[in-house]
């Protein structure tokens, strides 16, 4: 196996040309002679990125994704690293299940994969899991969260929230006050009542939000926020964070970019949770990943099998995939920001979930976990063509800046010339 490569002439985050030199796991010092160069001239070469967000499927929806399938398609995104979400079957409530997704992570590869634990037994917000031996596992839990389900009774959240406090965890909460969303199928708005469907308003999700961040302050303990979608859950944030709340927040490509007019034209692919929602949400949310009121990009990559996506829209399941689309969205929408897109979609969702090695400079000692992206192509989304086992994404035929040249785990590559390696 190559142990050694030579990246000649790269970019570091948009900078001044460099030569990078790979050997036995890390950067190394300085120039030199590698087992393979790689002429990286017009390339930009960005630490490997990490998703906070990631539903991998298994184990129990395998027509879906499997892990294997998953972790492919983030390394061809540029990915090193990703947090699989807890909404499997058996869900991941318990060591053992927890412990099955880290291994089986481990065995493709591909990226580093690492569990997010249930907050509630079954995903049902009733009692809380065993979040304890979640932590203590092999896998090492620290996040917790019900994604797809928003943990509604505010004592089972305050509860949460004190037991992970003694090991420093976070719960990551899916915002959503379900007495105010109950048959929704779209954000409530002028669309929806044009459209004749029912409204999901962004007050669902800014009340469990300001619900949470007081909790949270209450109890000294850290919340995460998952996939914002609102101007006024912006505002909430900010105000925390003036506060000094131990809150920190996400928010998907697919947000910064559509918007709900996309559901006029009935087509399933549009419909995910939160809803996409209207244009000045879209631009609220950019200016605050931009300002840092929110922290990060996360994809909250969501296969579905066929027959979950291509149905009637009210009987769709809600998601999209977005593991092989994101940075090129994030391109289109902040342009060639290279530190800021480093700093929201790698180092920050490193240093929230402590995953060491990961988010960290290419200079020299540190793990040579990065990416190599081409700014300059152009790609046209081909769902056929995607590494996932699923084909629900909402950019098919539509033109996206940069192409993932080259990703390394741990100084072995993953992606090569576009391709995945394994």
């Not at 690492?114 to 509630?120: D, E, F, S, W």
């Not at 192509?377 to 056929?384: F, H, I, L, Q, S």
């Amino acid at each position: 196996m190559t142990s050694s490569y030579l990246i000649k002439g790269v970019s570091v985050l948009g900078g001044d040309r460099t030569d990078l030199l790979i050997r036995d796991g890390v950067v190394a010092d300085g120039g030199g002679t590698a087992d393979e160069t790689i002429d990286a001239d017009g390339l930009v070469a960005l630490p490997g990125l990490v998703d906070l967000h990631t539903h991998l499927r298994e184990p129990g929806r395998e027509d879906a994704e499997t892990v294997e399938t998953g972790s492919r398609a983030a390394a061809l995104g540029g990915y090193t690293a990703v947090f699989a979400m807890a909404n499997t079957s058996p869900v991941a409530d318990t060591a053992g299940v927890v412990e099955q997704v880290w291994r089986l992570g481990r065995e493709a590869g591909l990226v580093d994969v690492l569990p997010i634990g249930a907050v509630t037994v079954g995903l049902a917000g009733r009692q809380l899991a065993e979040l304890g031996a979640m932590a203590t596992s092999a896998a090492g839990v620290r996040i917790f969260s019900d994604d797809g389900h928003c943990v509604a009774d505010p004592r089972l959240m305050r509860r949460a929230l004190e037991y992970v406090k003694a090991f420093d965890g976070i719960i990551a909460q899916h915002a959503e006050e379900p007495r105010l969303t109950e048959g929704a199928q779209m954000h409530e708005g002028e669309v929806s009542t044009r459209l004749g469907l029912t409204g999901w308003p962004a007050v669902a999700e800014e009340a469990i939000i300001a619900r949470d961040v007081l909790l949270a302050e209450h109890v000294g303990s850290r919340l995460h926020v998952c996939h914002v979608s609102t101007a006024g859950s912006v505002e909430v944030l900010r105000h925390a964070k003036a506060r000094g709340v131990r809150v920190t927040a996400e928010v998907t490509p697919h947000h910064l970019l559509l918007t709900d007019e996309l559901a006029a034209s009935y087509d399933p692919v549009f419909k995910v949770n939160p809803p996409l929602r209207t244009a000045s949400d879209v631009t609220a949310l950019r200016e605050a990943l931009v300002e840092g009121v929110i922290d990060i990009v996360a994809t909250d990559h969501a296969p579905h099998a066929v027959e979950d996506k291509e149905c009637e829209w009210a009987y769709a399941r809600p998601g999209m995939v977005g593991l092989e689309t994101a940075l090129p969205v994030v391109l289109s929408v902040l342009g060639e920001q290279w530190e800021l897109i480093a700093e929201r979609m790698s180092r920050a969702p490193a240093r929230i979930a402590g995953l060491a090695g990961h988010g960290t400079d290419l200079s020299a000692g540190t793990p040579a976990n990065l990416t190599l992206v081409d700014p300059s192509a152009r790609r046209v989304v081909d769902p056929a063509g995607l590494a996932s086992r699923s084909r629900n994404t909402p950019y098919a035929g539509t033109t996206l800046p940069g192409r993932i040249v080259a990703t390394f785990l741990r100084g072995e590559p993953t992606v090569l010339d576009g391709k995945a390696v394994k």
